[in-house]
């Protein structure tokens, strides 16, 4: 794009704090944050960084100008911010603080626009969530914050670069935004209302626990827990759908049939949720990995907690059915269930362990001994069995199939394997997940698939395929958030966002999808 292009795209009169904007962006030794003000009622600053974003978020866009974020703060609350700019970061944050902790751990260079700071619901609180981002040495903020207010002085510390429109005129700014509350208790209301209207009315407070008691029978918890997904664009019925899945047992009795009803035209419909603080029947506690049961555990789940330890839970209702001894001092990274009764465990530093049943013939003895041999060499990142046949995946991108005559291997991914999946009679079919955001089809003994069977600009976390009555099924679990359902027809795969991060993903032999998250278990069945 030419200059003459790019200036007449600006307001007018913007031509030189552009410029100004542009080159702060391209010197490496600018400082981290950038206050924009002035302007008045015209909104010059506002209107200023709309026309940055736009300029950077074009796939042509030079490095150094791309804005990877634009979050407008108008009427905003901490925790709604926090979630908006988490989902266009393609991450999962439950509450501002994780979300920092999450950014600080990914060292890519990220351009953000907050526009309207100084007119958020909560200035306060956001005000110390920008100061904590500014803080992070690959994160650049622009943020709108007229020098008129308090805002500035508090992120003075950080030394930003300011950049005020109007220094000699001032002009009072317009009230924020004033958006009309639905009425809390009413379900209906709530899934249609402004999303971030209602995260303002039930979270602000301190990181949202703070509401005088009142939990609106039992919907602001509901949606503090899911809250993520829930501000996204999406219909009432959609939202409704991720509101039940999140509903505790202590809820109004009356909520979950008037969400069951509203949810009616989403494509899921939610089978059963456990969720923290849940007694009847109880939570099963925060769940990291999670198995369907073969053999004598034939219609049970499997699920790990953060500790190790691994519960039997009835998969038609999750009531609980026993425990499965599990190595000591042994977290569980991921579980798969043997026909003969065997649990295989891949721990947190990638050595297998078999807790094998009483009929465990011995060539799957001998088979689970010689895998756990190879892994303490060269150690595990991903597991899944079926029948006769061990899958891990590794660290470098590779998957090997261990059989009980002969292995195979094949390098799948870019980068470390994060889960493994395999489907066995009549022949194995293997699917993999990366942190490349790639999913493989592979058939051991055969060259691998050029053509990724799934692809997004996100890791894979967890994934799992079965045999159904409709064909195979493979469920997905993506790192910003998003659970897949994919068939074997090919067919556009069906999506759902549960809230919080998601840890761990089965497919039940019926079809159903089970989601495994630190506080809450569900499960879901396409369809009506």
């Not at 526009?115 to 690959?138: M, N």
């Amino acid at each position: 794009m030419t200059r003459a292009t790019r200036r007449r795209r600006l307001p007018a009169g913007l031509e030189a704090a552009a410029a100004a904007l542009l080159d702060w962006l391209a010197d490496p030794a600018a400082p981290r944050l950038c206050l924009v003000g002035g302007g008045g009622r015209r909104r010059s600053a506002a209107r200023l960084l709309d026309w940055l974003a736009r300029q950077g978020d074009r796939g042509g866009a030079a490095r150094e100008r791309a804005i990877h974020a634009r979050v407008p703060l108008e009427g905003q609350s901490a925790l709604g911010a926090a979630w908006l700019l988490a989902d266009r970061l393609g991450v999962v944050a439950r509450e501002p603080g994780e979300l920092v902790r999450i950014l600080a751990t990914d060292p890519r260079r990220t351009v953000v626009v907050l526009p309207g700071l100084h007119q958020a619901a909560e200035p306060g609180p956001l005000t110390e969530l920008v100061a904590a981002l500014g803080e992070l040495g690959h994160l650049r903020l622009v943020v709108e914050a007229p020098a008129g207010t308090d805002v500035p002085a508090r992120l003075a510390a950080l030394r930003p670069t300011v950049l005020d429109l109007d220094p000699e005129r001032r002009q009072p700014e317009p009230p924020a935004p004033v958006h009309e509350l639905p009425d809390l208790d009413d379900p209906a209301a709530v899934c249609a209302a402004d999303p971030f209207a209602v995260t303002a009315a039930y979270g602000i407070g301190h990181g949202g626990d703070d509401h005088g008691g009142d939990d609106h029978g039992g919907l602001r918890q509901a949606w503090l827990r899911a809250g993520q997904s829930l501000c996204r664009d999406q219909t009432p019925a959609d939202r409704a759908l991720v509101l039940l899945a999140a509903l505790g047992d202590g809820a109004d009795p009356r909520l979950r049939p008037a969400l069951a009803e509203l949810a009616a035209p989403a494509p899921w419909r939610v089978d059963w949720a456990r969720v923290r603080g849940d007694l009847t029947p109880p939570w099963p506690g925060p769940v990291v990995a999670l198995a369907v049961g073969a053999g004598p555990s034939a219609g049970r789940l499997l699920a790990a907690d953060q500790l190790g330890t691994v519960r039997l839970l009835n998969a038609e209702d999750a009531t609980p059915a026993g425990l499965v001894p599990a190595p000591p001092a042994r977290r569980a990274r991921a579980l798969a269930a043997l026909p003969d009764g065997s649990v295989l465990f891949l721990d947190e530093r990638g050595r297998l362990h078999a807790e094998h049943g009483t009929q465990g013939p011995s060539a799957t003895r001998r088979l689970t001994e010689a895998v756990a041999a190879t892994l303490a060499r060269h150690p595990g990142s991903a597991l899944a069995a079926a029948e006769d046949i061990v899958l891990v995946g590794d660290r470098m991108g590779s998957v090997h199939a261990f059989g009980l005559t002969d292995v195979h291997q094949a390098a799948l991914h870019s980068g470390r394997v994060t889960a493994v999946g395999v489907v066995g009679t009549p022949a194995p079919l293997v699917h993999s997940g990366g942190a490349d955001g790639t999913v493989r089809a592979w058939a051991p003994g055969r060259a691998p698939l050029a053509v990724p069977a799934a692809e997004r600009p996100f890791p894979v976390v967890a994934l799992h395929a079965a045999h159904t009555p409709a064909g195979v099924r493979l469920a997905v679990a993506w790192g910003d958030g998003l659970v897949e359902l994919y068939g074997s027809d090919g067919g556009a795969p069906l999506g759902f966002r549960p809230g919080p991060p998601v840890r761990a993903v089965a497919v039940t032999a019926d079809g159903a999808v089970v989601i495994g998250m630190d506080e809450a278990l569900l499960r879901l069945t396409p369809g009506h």
